[in-house]
């Protein structure tokens, strides 16, 4: 009973120094509640941001031309290069396979592929042949 009476008499002290603490001390002064922002980002996502997303295109294809070039489109409320994109190959939601590259639009595997040799672009010499990435590898 004894312990009751004094953890009541510990925080009825405590609650009146804070309140003494927080009432104002002159006349007209106001206590004024701390600026707290309606939504806390983190900065690492905010410097983070795909520089290739627009922010709800909707389908607008004029809104990616213009942010983004010639070659993208709006796919999924975000602009995508349809020619660069391996998921997003020439079309929205056209996935190259795993062993296949997005080069011009196409999937094509740059180990085999004479137009594409070890990367988009770069072509074998006519008649050559492309292994393992290399042009006339033997």
Known sequence: ?????????????????????????????EITP??????????????NKNPRAADHCKKDKEICYILEGKNSTCCNNKCMDLSEDKHNCGACKNKCKFTKSCCRGECVNLAYDKSHCGSCGNKCMPGGYCIYGLCNYA
């Open 34 to 47: 701390p600026v707290v922002s309606p939504k806390r980002v983190s900065r690492f996502l905010a410097e």
């Open 1 to 29: 009973m004894m312990a009751m009476k004094l953890i009541f008499m510990i925080a009825t002290t405590m609650a009146l120094a804070i309140a003494i603490t927080l009432t104002p001390t002159g006349d007209n002064q």
